[in-house]
């Protein structure tokens, strides 16, 4: 079982940025492709972005496309979401994912941390 710990939310004004990170532990994480997902409050969790074990293939939302970019340091056992030009609508509780493939991990169908929150103000 992957465990997996987020960090760097926090509160920012609209247009500015901030830099998750998720790390990993309990599995081999140049194995695992990784995801970030989003949950608003009142809403369902969506998918923002993943990436592949080897850092090759990237995937976003339609929401975040040419705002966000996902990448990872295996040596670091860590998987990164910079977040540029935010809005008020980014807003949520954002979660990493862990899984076997990028399939796996866009299904939400991985392993979950806890969340960081993510507060932009207008």
């Known amino acids: 079982q992957v465990q997996l710990v987020e960090s760097g939310g926090g509160l920012v004004q609209a247009g500015g940025s901030l830099r998750l990170s998720c790390t990993a532990s309990?599995?081999?994480?140049?194995?695992?492709?990784m995801g970030w997902f989003r949950q608003a409050p009142g809403e369902e969790r969506e998918f923002v972005a993943a990436i592949s074990w080897g850092g090759d293939r990237t995937y976003f939302a339609d929401s975040v496309k040419g705002r966000f970019t996902i990448s990872r340091d295996n040596a670091k056992n860590t998987v990164y979401l910079q977040m540029n030009s935010l809005k008020p609508d980014d807003t949520a509780l954002y979660y990493c994912?862990?899984?076997?493939?990028?399939?796996?991990?866009?299904?939400?169908?991985?392993?979950w941390g806890q969340g960081t929150q993510v507060t932009v103000s207008s």
């Open positions: 994912t862990a899984g076997g493939s990028t399939v796996e991990v866009t299904a939400s169908r991985g392993s």
């Open positions: 309990g599995r081999t994480f140049s194995s695992l492709a």
